[in-house]
């Protein structure tokens, strides 16, 4: 069964450091894979997502996602935070049938 | 294109009352799913359709909880009778054939007292 792990519930960091979010999946297919982002009190939007070729996926407000078969990992980062990226972050694979599994979520907490 | 269309934004509702949220796709959309999100038990999958037709309501907590999708534009999540431990904020997302991603609405946030 395909299933997603995102390590941390809680991460913090300060304003300016690099964030890191890290996302594990397993899966027996060739997966999408997909990171998205809920601000306070609205719905999820999406990041960023990798199908196929480059492995290296930019999204949206800086943030960059390496597909790493070999570690069937998919981590976020973005090299400096600012207190606007302040959110809840979910990583998702969809394996097909166009249902994506969840992960936990991740918030990320910027420090002044 | 407006994206997807919750409706109501809040519900506030009394123990025993029937809920409707309501839902529109993206145009042109052929997956429709709800979800549920809650501190304790994060983003859960409830059902979704594909072409109007319910594909998979494993996640439909029980008999209360009821969906429909009428039309391609259009779908209701029914609660009844609504309980307590159903507050949450509630979610619909559409898809399309061309990629995976999933497009969500704003959102529901049900209490009930």
């Given at each position: ?71 069937t ?11 606007s ?7 998702a ?20 | ?9 809040h ?9 409707t ?57 029914k ?29 529901t ?5």
């Open positions: 069964a395909q299933s997603v792990t995102q390590l941390g519930s809680h991460v913090s960091v300060s304003e300016g450091a690099l964030v890191l979010l890290r996302c594990n999946y397993s899966s027996s297919v060739p997966p999408y894979l997909f990171w998205y982002v809920q601000y306070p009190n609205q719905g999820l939007q999406l990041l960023l997502k990798y199908t196929t070729g480059a492995t290296l996926v930019k999204g949206i407000n800086g943030f960059e996602a390496e597909f790493k078969k070999s570690e990992s998919f981590h976020l980062t973005k090299p400096s935070a600012h207190m990226d302040a959110a809840e972050y979910f990583c694979v969809s394996v097909g049938n166009y249902q994506l599994i969840w992960g936990a979520g991740t918030k990320l907490i910027i420090k002044p | 294109d407006a994206g997807v269309i919750q409706s109501p934004r519900e506030v509702t009394e123990m025993g009352q029937e809920v949220l309501r839902c529109k796709p993206i145009s042109g959309h052929d997956y429709l799913f709800w979800y549920r999100q809650t501190m304790m038990r994060g983003l859960e999958l409830l059902i979704y359709f594909n072409n109007n037709v319910p594909i998979d309501d494993s996640g439909m907590p029980e008999d209360r909880f009821s969906a429909k999708m009428p039309n391609a534009s259009f779908s209701t999540l609660i009844q009778p609504s309980e307590p431990r159903d507050s949450a904020v509630y979610f619909c997302a559409s898809s399309n054939l061309k990629n995976h991603e999933q497009y969500f609405g704003p959102g946030r049900l209490t009930v007292t």
